[in-house]
């Protein structure tokens, strides 16, 4: 980036050098790039403290498997971000999902895919209803989606203990056994077209960070998400149907939701009335690690994926060292808090700098 054109018209009036170009880092790129230093230091840390960490069977294929169903989870809180809101239910809609999904495959029989697509629909559906519900009464979507939370725990318990006996659908269509224990360079018989470390379920997440990642920076419906979320007043005077884009952005949520149930159910073997039961942390720690805005306007879709990625590695690391289930809570409750902190502390900085530079 130069530098501005009346610094450069002076400096050529005044006989000087035009100045040389200086290269400048966004706040979100320097975030990333930050994440990014800090991923590569602790990945080296726990190596050095415990060579296991490097085994890929045992810890690289599952802590990708896991950071790929996490960074799904993530982008379903950032669709909802992305407009200033927030979804505590994601855990309960992949639940309320896989549910239908299960059904597809034990008594309906139904293959693999047409079974996801289904799961999809049952996602989107939720989540379309409960953006309309937040849409139609005016009520924060803290409080409508932690009603929600409730009503999907007791309707998929009791759909379990109608339809199960086991509390879970155990059914596996053909290809779910591959896409859990099946890792990249086994797409290819062997050949060298993937690692066997990089688990396949990964290309969901991929496929899904390419679709959101496209729909927010290329596309009206994203940008017109980001206004909403912005400055929801402007928003409606610039002509955007707001009301629409929010039920458009829980529908995604829903959906993402779904995505995130069917990979947690295929890495573990079966669909269960717990599935998402833990998605609500690790559903911020991606998403506002990575620099999303809780308050919306902005969404970092590499940046959930790295945030994701970091919480994981931490995790992993500690587990590794011995850390115990519940210190293991604490770290991450304090990043968490930290992360939820890092955006006002930012603004606090940007403050006195403009305070000083006057």
Partial sequence: ???PATDRDEATASGGARPAPRLRWSAGTAQRLGLLVVIAGLVVAFGSARTAFYDQQLTVFPLLRDIAVLTVVGLAQMAVLSIGHMNLAIGRMAAFSAMFMGLAYQDWHLPLYP????????????GGLTGWIIAATGVNSFVVTLAMDFALLGLVSLVYSQTTTAAAFTARPA???G????SLADVCAG????????PQLLLFTVLAMLIIGYLYSRTRIGRELLLVGSNIKAAQLSGIP??????????LSGTLAALAGFMLAVAGGSFTATIGSEFMIPSFLGPVLGGTLL?????????????????????QGLTLLGIGLESLNVYLGAILLLA????????MFSERRAVTSR
């Fill in 1 to 3: 980036m130069t530098a």
């Fill in 115 to 126: 079974g996801l697509a289904l799961g999809l629909l049952a996602g989107a559906a939720i």
């Fill in 175 to 177: 290809g779910m056994d």
């Fill in 179 to 182: 896409l859990r224990t099946y």
């Fill in 191 to 198: 050949q060298l077209c993937g690692s066997p470390a990089v």
């Fill in 242 to 251: 707001t009301l629409r884009r929010v039920i458009g952005a829980h529908v």
């Fill in 295 to 315: 308050t919306g306007g902005a969404v970092s879709v590499i940046g959930t994926l790295l945030g994701t990625t970091l919480t994981q590695v931490i995790r």
């Fill in 340 to 347: 939820l902190s890092a955006n006002r502390i930012r603004a």
